[in-house]
C-alpha cells in the first residue's frame, strides 16, 4: 500500500524540531536504497517518532532566559501566550534573533513590495481580507526573515526562508492555513513582538501546531497535517474548537471543502495588452509565479487531507483520533443529509469534486478489500440506526434530534450510494438479501425474546403478562426466509418498513377525541401526516435510485430483493395475514410506492412491456408461478403455453411492470379492502349508537374505532400514490388491449381484478382524485374483456361481474346517478370532444350491449347478496344505451343470439322473484317494529335485552330491503324499456321464459294492489327506495306491451297468482292514479277479458290430456309434453322448456347431478311422434263425440 512508505517517511524524518545532524542523517539515507519494512515495523516507529518529537521540542529549544521552549508541552501551560496574529510585522528583530544584514533587508523590502502589488491584484475572500487589513500599509516594514533562534532552526532551514520572497506571501500562506485547516504554526523560539501582538487577535477554533519552523511550503504541509491529527483527544487545544473538528473524519471533510472553496476563488491574473517596460514584465510574472504557489500549495493541501483521510481509515491506530473512523464516516454523511451546504458529498464543483467521492477513490485506489471492509463496518452502523426506530416515521430514537430519524439516516445511505462502488459493496453485504429459497437458513426459526415480567409478580400474573405480551407483540417466532426477516434482517427491508401504521400512537393521537374536531382539522392534521410520509418515501426512492444506477450487478441485486420480498409475501391478501409470515402493511405500500416509480419513465409506453416475463420462470422468479401453494391464476387455462420467446430489448422495463402489477396487488388492493371492512364496521356502530339515542361525538369506542380509520387513510388515501397507481393501472389495461389473444390468456388473472377493484375503490372513498388522470385504456380493457368473444378467456364470473361495476361507477355519466361524486371528467373522452366513453369508443357501440346482457346472467354465480348489487348496476348502464341512438342497432342484434339473452332474461325473473319476496317479507316487518318503537310505553316495557334483540333485526330487515329495493326498481324499468320493442317481446314469449315472466309479474301485482298491500306502507318509504306508485306504473306497462300476445294470455290464464279480481283491480287502481297515457292504457284495460275468453280453451285441452299415457307426461313437473327431448348423461326424457329452464340456473342432469349443457340433449323424435299421433287421436275423437 502506497500511503505506508509516505506516512512512514514523513514519522521518520524527523518532523517537528529536528536539528542539523537529523537533516544530514535523513540526506544520507535519502542516498541509500529504501528498506521496505511491514506495515507494523511502520506504524510503530511512526508512533516512536511521534513521541520524540514531543520530548526533542522540550529539551533542545531552551528559552533565553533558561525557561522551558514553547513547544507543545509548554504551551499545553501557556495557551493564551500561543502567538497567532499574521498581520502585523514586526519593525525589528527579537533580542535572540541575529541581525539582518543591509542587502538581505533591501532585497525582503523589494519582495515585500511585489508581494504587495500581488495581493492587490488578487481575487477572493482571503485575499480581499488581508488587503483590508492593512497588509499593503507603508507603515508596517518586515526583514522578510522569520524570527526564529539558531537553536531552533538549523543554518540551512534559516538560509532556505531567507530566500522566500516576502514576508507578506508567508503571512498570506499562514492565513490560508488558519483558514483551510484551522491550524496557525508556531516556532519553538518565536519570542518577537510581532508574534506577541498576533496571538491577541487569534480565532478560538485555530490549533496551534509545532513543526520546528513557520515556514509553510508545499513540501512540510504533510508534516503540518499530520501534526494537528496527532493530537490526542484530551488535548486541551481541542476543547474550544467546534465537536466536528474533533474528530478526525468530519475535522478533513471540512478542510477539504473550504481548500476547494479557496481554489474556486482564485483567478489567474490576466495579462495586458498595453505595451509595458521589461521591468514591468518581470514583476507581473513574479506576480503570477506568487499565485500558483500559493494554488499549488492549496493543491497539495487538499490532495494530503484526502490521503490522511483514507490512511485513518485503513490503518485506525495511526492516529487516536481516528480509532472509530468507520463511525466518523456515518455520521459525517448524516450531516450532509441534514444540512446540504455542508455535506461531504457535494463539492464546490458537484458531487464529483466532493471529498466523500475522492476519499472513496482514494480507498480504492490503496486497498480494494479495506475499501470493502470500511464501507461494510460504515454500513453496519446505519443498519443499527434503523434497526432501533420506530415504524413510525414521526418518532426517532435516542437524544440526537433529527439526526436519528429514518429519513435522515435513509439519505444519509442514499449519499454513501451516490459512489458506485460503494453502491455494489451494499447490495454484496452479508445481509442484503434473505437466505435463498430451500436453503437450511432460509427454514431456521428465530424466536423472540418477550420482556421480562415485572418484579414480585406472582406466577399466574406472570402467565398473563407473557401471553399479553406476546399479543402485544404480536410476532413470537419467524423463519429466516419470511416477512419478518425482511423488515428486521435486510437493509432494504428495515428502511422499508418505516411509514405511517395505523396502529401507531403517535399517528392515532393526531385524531384523539375525533368526533369534536371539525372537518378542516382532520384534513390538516390528515396533511401534515401525509407530507411527513411523502418526504420519508421520496428518500426511499432516492435510495433506490441510487442502487439501481450503480450497474448492472447493483441492479440485478435490488430486483433480487425485491422479488424476495414479494415471494415471502404471498399471504399478505388474506384477511387476516399472519404476521409472523409476512411483513407488515406500510412495508409491502412503500415497496408499492418505490415500483410505482421506477416505472414512470414508460408509464405512457406500453409497447415497450414484454409479456414473455410472466411466462419466463427464470426471469420472474417465481411470483408467477403456475404450481404448488403460492401458483397465480392465470385469466385462460392454467395448462395454456405460448410459444413466443421472452427476447425484451430492455429486461428492466418488463422486470419494474411485473413486479409492480404483484406489489400492487399485495399491498395497495388488499389495503383497500381493509379500508373498506373498517368504514363499514364505523358506520355500524355510529348507526348502533344513534339506535340508543345516544351521540357518537362523545363515544369513546366509536371514537376510537373512527381515528384508526382516519389514520389509516393517511397512507391509502395518499394523493400522490393513487395518482401512480391510476395511472399505472391505465398502463396496464394499455397493455392488455394490445398483446395477442394467446398472451392475454396467460396474464395473471389479479392483474385485471386489482384493477377493477382500485379503480371502484378510489371511485367510492377519493373520488376527486380521478380528475385529471386518463383512464381511457381501462374503459377499452373493460369493454374488450365483457365482449361474448372473450367470455371463455375470462371465466371468472366473479371478475366479470367487477368489470360491469367498473362500467357503472367510473364510466356512467354522473347526471344519470345523483348519489355519485366521480368527476364527470372521468367519463368523459378528450379525443372524441368531451363525449362520454359509452357512447364514443366503436367498439362498445358494437358490442356493449349485448355483453352487458350476457353479464346479467352470468352474475347469477356470484352470491346472493353480491348479484344484486350487479345487476343494479347493470340494469342502470343498459337504460342509458338504451336512450342513445348510438346503440340501438346493437339491442336489435340481442335477439340473432337466443341463448345468450334467454340467459340474461332468465336472470332478471330469477332476481325479480327473489327480491320480491324478500322486500315483500320484511316491510311488514319493518312496519310492525316501526309501530313499536313509536310506542313509547310498550318500548320500555320490554327488557334491554329485548329491545337489543329487536333492533338488531331490524337493522338487517333495513339492510336487506335497502339492497333490494334499487334493483327491483331497475329491473321493473329494463324490463319496461326491452319490452317494447318486438323483437325482444319474441324472446320472452319463448316457452321457457313466458311462463316465468307471467307469474313474476302476477306475483308482484299481487304483493302491489292485493288484500295485504296495506302492511307494505312503511314511514319515510324513500329512505328505502320504496316506491310503490312508481314499481306500479312500470308493471302496468309491461302487462300492456304484451296484452295482445295469446301466448302470455294463455300462461296468465294458466298462472296460480291470476284471479279476475286481481287484474280488474290493478286496472281501476292505474286508471285511478293516471299511470298510463290513453293507448296503453286501453291494452292495458283489455287484458282481463282476453284471458277470460284464453281460459275457456285452456280447461278443455285440460281436460283432453288428462288421461296420457306417463310417457307422455314431464318427469319433473308431471305437465303433458309438447317437445321431448332425450338426456344423453341419464337416459332420462324430459319436455325441452322444462330441461331448458332447470339449466339456466343448474349445469347439471337433474336426474344424477352429472354435469349437462342445453347443447347436450338431443330430440326424442319417436315419441314427440306419438304425441303427435295421440293428440291428434284424442281431438277426432272429441270432434266425433260433438257431432254425434
Not at 377493477?756 to 375503490?761: A, E
Amino acid at each position: 500500500m502506497s500511503f505506508l512508505p509516505d506516512l512512514a517517511g514523513w514519522a521518520l524524518s524527523g518532523g517537528a524540531g529536528r536539528n542539523d545532524d537529523q537533516d544530514n542523517e535523513q540526506q544520507q539515507q535519502q542516498q541509500q536504497p529504501m528498506v521496505t519494512e511491514s506495515e507494523e515495523e511502520i506504524r510503530a516507529k511512526r508512533l516512536a517518532r511521534l513521541s520524540a518529537i514531543r520530548t526533542d521540542a522540550t529539551t533542545v529549544n531552551p528559552k533565553a532566559d533558561g525557561g522551558a521552549s514553547p513547544s507543545r508541552s509548554t504551551n499545553d501551560k501557556n495557551e493564551s501566550s500561543v502567538q497567532n496574529d499574521h498581520d502585523m510585522l514586526p519593525s525589528s528583530s527579537s533580542g535572540n534573533a541575529p541581525r539582518k544584514h543591509d542587502e538581505t533587508a533591501a532585497k525582503a523590502s523589494a519582495a515585500n513590495e511585489l508581494a504587495t502589488k500581488t495581493l492587490q491584484q488578487m481575487e477572493g475572500p482571503l485575499w480581499k481580507k488581508i488587503r483590508d487589513d492593512g497588509l499593503d500599509s507603508k507603515n508596517k516594514k518586515s526583514s522578510g526573515v522569520a524570527s526564529v533562534t539558531e537553536s531552533a532552526v538549523p543554518s540551512e532551514k534559516k538560509m532556505a526562508s531567507s530566500k522566500i520572497p516576502g514576508r507578506k506571501i508567508q503571512i498570506l500562506k499562514e492565513r490560508l492555513l488558519e483558514k483551510t485547516l484551522k491550524i496557525k504554526l508556531t516556532c519553538p523560539a518565536s519570542n518577537d513582538s510581532e508574534s506577541q501582538e498576533t496571538s491577541s487577535t487569534s480565532s478560538s477554533d485555530i490549533v496551534p501546531i509545532d513543526i520546528g519552523t513557520d515556514q509553510i511550503t508545499k513540501e512540510n504541509i504533510s508534516e503540518i497535517i499530520a501534526e494537528r491529527l496527532a493530537l490526542p483527544p484530551n488535548s486541551k487545544y481541542l476543547t474550544s474548537v467546534p465537536m466536528t473538528d474533533q474528530k478526525l473524519i468530519s475535522y478533513l471533510g471540512a478542510c477539504h471543502r473550504r481548500i476547494s472553496e479557496e481554489l474556486k476563488s482564485q483567478s489567474t491574473i490576466s495579462s495586458s495588452n498595453v505595451m509595458i517596460s521589461q521591468q514591468q514584465q518581470q514583476q507581473q510574472q513574479q506576480q503570477q509565479s506568487f499565485q500558483e504557489e500559493i494554488i499549488q500549495l492549496l493543491q497539495e493541501t487538499k490532495s494530503q487531507v484526502v490521503s490522511y483521510s483514507a490512511t485513518s481509515l485503513m490503518a485506525p491506530d495511526l492516529f487516536v483520533l481516528a480509532q472509530d473512523g468507520p463511525k466518523q464516516l456515518s455520521e459525517c454523511l448524516t450531516q450532509a443529509a441534514l444540512d446540504p451546504s455542508t455535506s461531504i458529498a457535494i463539492g464546490v464543483a458537484g458531487k464529483n469534486s466532493s471529498y466523500y467521492r475522492a476519499l472513496c477513490d482514494e480507498l480504492l485506489a490503496q486497498d480494494e478489500d479495506l475499501f470493502q471492509d470500511i464501507f461494510q463496518e460504515v454500513l453496519r452502523h446505519f443498519q443499527e440506526d434503523l434497526s432501533r426506530q420506530s415504524e413510525c416515521v414521526m418518532e426517532t430514537f435516542g437524544t440526537s434530534g433529527n439526526s436519528g430519524s429514518g429519513m435522515v439516516q435513509v439519505a444519509a445511505l442514499t449519499i454513501m450510494c451516490s459512489h458506485k462502488k460503494v453502491a455494489a459493496v451494499v447490495v454484496h453485504s452479508a445481509n442484503f438479501l434473505l437466505p435463498s429459497e430451500g436453503s437450511q437458513e432460509a427454514s431456521e426459526e428465530v424466536r423472540i425474546s418477550l420482556p421480562p415480567p415485572p418484579a414480585g409478580a406472582t406466577p399466574q400474573q406472570v402467565q398473563i403478562y407473557r401471553m399479553m405480551s406476546a399479543m402485544a407483540q404480536g410476532r413470537q417466532s419467524y423463519r429466516k426466509r419470511s416477512g419478518p426477516a425482511l423488515e428486521k434482517n435486510t437493509l432494504l427491508g428495515l428502511v422499508m418498513r418505516l411509514g405511517m401504521p395505523m396502529e401507531s400512537n403517535v399517528v392515532i393521537s393526531q385524531f384523539q377525541n375525533v368526533g369534536r374536531m371539525t372537518r378542516n382539522d382532520v384534513q390538516q392534521k390528515t396533511d401534515m401526516l401525509r407530507r411527513q410520509l411523502k418526504v420519508y418515501q421520496d428518500a426511499v426512492c432516492g435510495l433506490i435510485k441510487a442502487l439501481i444506477t450503480a450497474g448492472e450487478e447493483t441492479r440485478k441485486m435490488v430486483i433480487q430483493w425485491f422479488t424476495d420480498a414479494l415471494l415471502v409475501n404471498t399471504g399478505a391478501t388474506a384477511m387476516r395475514p399472519d404476521r409472523n409470515k409476512v411483513s407488515s402493511a406500510q412495508t409491502l405500500q412503500n415497496i408499492a410506492v418505490v415500483l410505482l416509480k421506477l416505472c414512470e419513465p414508460f408509464i405512457s409506453d406500453s409497447s415497450r412491456i414484454h409479456p414473455g416475463f410472466v411466462w419466463s420462470p427464470e426471469h420472474h422468479g417465481g411470483i408467477f408461478a403456475t404450481s404448488g401453494d403460492d401458483a397465480v391464476s392465470r385469466l385462460g387455462d392454467m395448462s395454456q403455453t405460448c410459444n413466443e420467446p421472452y427476447e425484451p430489448k430492455n429486461k428492466f422495463i418488463p422486470q419494474c411492470f411485473f413486479l409492480c402489477v404483484r406489489a400492487l396487488h399485495l399491498s395497495l388492493v388488499a389495503s383497500g379492502s381493509f379500508h373498506t371492512n373498517i368504514v363499514r364496521q364505523v358506520n355500524h356502530m355510529a348507526w348502533s349508537i344513534r339506535q340508543r339515542n345516544n351521540d357518537v361525538a362523545t363515544d369513546p369506542n366509536f371514537n376510537q374505532i373512527l381515528s384508526m380509520q382516519l389514520a389509516h387513510e393517511v397512507s391509502v388515501l395518499a394523493p400522490e400514490m393513487i395518482n401512480d397507481a391510476l395511472r399505472f393501472f391505465n398502463l396496464s389495461a394499455g397493455f392488455l388491449v394490445q398483446i395477442s389473444d394467446q398472451a392475454l390468456a396467460l396474464m395473471p388473472e389479479h392483474m385485471v381484478d386489482d384493477m377493477c377493484d382500485y379503480v371502484v375503490f378510489v371511485s367510492r372513498f377519493s373520488p376527486k382524485e380521478l380528475e385529471g388522470v386518463d383512464l381511457g385504456n381501462i374503459f377499452k380493457v373493460v369493454v374488450k374483456l365483457l365482449s361474448p368473444q372473450y367470455s371463455n378467456t375470462v371465466r371468472n364470473y366473479n371478475l366479470r361481474a367487477k368489470l360491469g361495476d367498473v362500467l357503472h361507477d367510473v364510466y356512467l355519466p354522473t347526471n344519470k346517478d345523483s348519489r355519485s361524486s366521480v368527476p364527470a371528467s372521468v367519463s368523459s373522452d378528450p379525443n372524441m370532444g368531451g363525449r362520454p366513453y359509452l357512447l364514443s369508443d366503436s367498439s362498445a357501440q358494437e358490442i356493449l350491449a349485448p355483453s352487458l346482457l350476457l353479464l346479467y346472467g352470468e352474475v347469477e354465480h356470484t352470491g346472493y347478496y353480491e348479484k344484486m348489487g350487479h345487476r343494479a348496476n347493470i340494469a342502470s348502464l343498459l337504460q342509458y344505451l338504451w336512450e342513445s341512438n348510438e346503440h340501438r342497432s346493437a339491442f336489435r342484434r340481442i335477439t340473432q343470439n337466443r341463448d345468450s339473452f334467454v340467459k340474461f332474461a332468465n336472470g332478471i325473473m330469477n332476481e325479480m322473484n327473489s327480491l320480491i319476496v324478500t322486500v315483500m317479507e320484511k316491510l311488514p316487518e319493518i312496519r310492525r317494529v316501526q309501530l313499536q318503537m313509536a310506542n313509547p310505553q310498550e318500548w320500555a316495557n320490554l327488557s334491554e335485552e329485548q329491545r337489543e334483540t329487536i333492533s338488531s333485526r331490524h337493522e338487517e330487515n333495513e339492510q336487506e330491503v335497502k339492497r333490494a329495493l334499487p334493483l327491483c326498481n331497475k329491473t321493473l324499468k329494463m324490463l319496461g324499456f326491452l319490452s317494447t320493442d318486438s323483437d325482444i317481446r319474441g324472446l320472452f314469449l319463448l316457452d321457457e321464459l313466458c311462463p316465468r315472466l307471467v307469474n313474476m309479474l302476477l306475483h308482484v301485482l299481487t304483493k302491489l294492489v292485493g288484500a295485504k298491500g296495506m302492511e307494505l306502507k312503511v314511514d319515510n318509504p324513500e329512505s328505502y327506495n320504496f316506491r310503490p306508485k312508481e314499481m306500479l306504473a312500470d308493471l302496468c306497462e309491461i302487462f300492456s306491451s304484451y296484452s295482445d300476445a295469446i301466448l302470455f294470455q294463455e300462461h296468465c290464464a294458466k298462472s296460480g297468482y291470476y284471479t279476475n279480481d286481481l287484474m280488474t283491480k290493478a286496472v281501476k287502481t292505474c286508471a285511478k292514479l293516471k299511470l298510463l297515457k290513453d293507448e296503453k292504457m286501453d291494452l292495458f284495460s283489455s287484458l282481463p277479458d282476453n284471458i277470460e275468453a284464453i281460459s275457456k280453451t285452456i280447461e278443455d285441452d285440460e281436460a283432453l290430456f288428462m288421461d296420457a299415457p306417463d310417457e307422455f307426461l314431464d318427469p319433473l313437473m308431471c305437465t303433458f309434453m309438447k317437445d321431448p327431448v332425450f338426456l344423453p348423461t341419464s337416459g332420462t326424457i324430459i319436455d325441452r322448456s322444462t330441461i331448458t329452464q332447470h339449466l339456466l340456473n343448474d349445469p347439471h342432469d337433474p336426474f344424477n347431478r352429472k354435469e349437462l349443457s342445453i347443447d347436450m340433449i338431443t330430440p326424442a323424435t319417436e315419441l314427440k311422434e306419438r304425441i303427435v299421433a295421440w293428440i291428434q287421436q284424442k281431438r277426432n275423437e272429441k270432434e266425433s263425440s260433438a257431432m254425434e
